[in-house]
């Protein structure tokens, strides 16, 4: 089934561009692909640059104008490198992706980049609803094509993934063990602080600063069970007394 | 003048890819690229793909290994494809975009991104203090390396314009000491190691695991130069070699 956005790319020059394009968009999630009177399509450099979003390209479709491509859209995003000298309401990708999200829902919706070098004319920007803009360095803004297609896809999936949620699940599967309890940390450093005084480590006169730098270390780390269990047996092995008793209490 | 952020590409393949992943940067207002043993650089494919961000690519540094790409960088950023087996910090591209921007006001920052298709080996991952993953489609996540490249600098470029808003001087840490580089840290790992080889704490035949999850524990509390100092104090003092030879070598 075809996404509900679409991606149309006008004009194209070099068809490695929409190979890119197309890997681009599989990538994010996307399928639905329109290309306006490319200059060569289809063409084994796109295949060979689409690499295994071969089926984006052969499902794209070819239209001989841009209205002919937007004419179901309800909502249609025009991609511009540069400022315009008739001013069009302009926003940056985030923000973009977030009103396709909203739009999507209940119509279809197309963004649209222009050919490589000219970018999208005066004609075209009357068929946009609303401009985006990517973000460059105003010294060299020389985004490829197929670049901005995967900045754009990918603010789209960011915001389709509801980014704060996802982060959130994914630090979440980064933890394998629940964490240590205020009780298990503190059991870990009275060991740590008993064999490091052993060692002559921590002094007698002075000990306070240093412990309370040592548990800094570990708080911030934000140990789970096991890695407390892992610290505390590492420890133990270095802990001459307790590989003399090793054999009696263990 | 090299930007605080720096581009690591390890063992890259197809050298268009590097030329690509410079014009990336350079679209961002990044011009700080390393090279890990790369197959094939310089190569005319590498100037072609960077069209006219060449000045990049001669100001690229080639170096054989990851340790000496991230030697005097304060915070390492892995970009990983995959789930790991051995959980490991990770984060989507625009929260590491905004920890980049905080960190990057005192410290070295380096982004490193593995071979095209095998990505960071188990042993550059313990180098790294985070992961970054940029979200997929599940079905086709095949995201080519310099496409990565434009995304993450991207959001490199999106944080950094938003700085004020992102970098509130109130969440930013109390720190007494610049942060340990990677070097530091690494020295410090291997002392460690070392010492619990020699306690049989860490078994020759599945030392591994047990490696990168120590390595995980301190990487994650972010340790700073006194900190650093502090730790290697502790373990000479639980060596029962360097005790030995304690007044011999001091």
């Known amino acids: 089934m075809p996404s509900p956005v679409r991606i149309v790319l006008v004009e194209t020059s070099h068809p490695g561009n929409i190979g890119a394009s197309a890997r681009a968009m599989k990538t994010m999630g996307l399928n639905n692909l329109v290309l306006v009177a490319p200059k060569e399509f289809p063409c084994a450099e796109a295949t060979a640059r689409a690499s295994g979003a071969d089926d984006v390209l ?7 104008s841009l209205g002919e491509a937007i004419e179901d859209c309800g909502f249609v ?7 315009r000298s008739l001013p069009w309401p302009t926003v940056d990708p985030r923000v973009c ?31 946009c609803h609303q401009l985006v803009h990517i973000p460059t360095n105003p010294e060299y803004s020389s985004l490829n094509l197929a670049m901005a297609v995967q900045v754009l896809c990918y603010e789209l999936r960011m915001a389709r ?10 630090e979440r599967e980064a933890r394998e063990a629940p964490l240590a309890t205020a009780d298990e940390l503190d059991g870990f450093h ?57 054999g009696k209490h263990e």
Request: contains cysteine; charged residues 25%.
């Open 161 to 170: 993934d509801d980014a704060p949620g996802v982060v959130a699940a994914a």
């Open 77 to 83: 995003v025009g991609a511009s490198a540069r400022l």
């Open 97 to 127: 992706a977030r009103t396709i999200c909203e739009q999507a829902a209940d119509s279809r919706v197309a963004i649209v980049l222009g050919p490589e070098h000219s970018g999208l004319t005066n004609e075209d920007l009357g068929l």
């Open 58 to 64: 052969a499902g794209a479709r070819v239209v001989a």
């Open 190 to 246: 009275q060991q740590m602080e008993t064999l490091l005084a052993d060692a002559g480590f921590l002094k007698p006169d002075h000990p306070k600063q240093l412990k309370l730098r040592l548990r800094r270390i570990f708080h911030r780390s934000r140990l789970d069970q096991i890695e407390i269990n892992i610290l505390r047996g590492m420890l133990t092995a270095l802990d001459p007394r307790a590989q003399r008793q090793h």
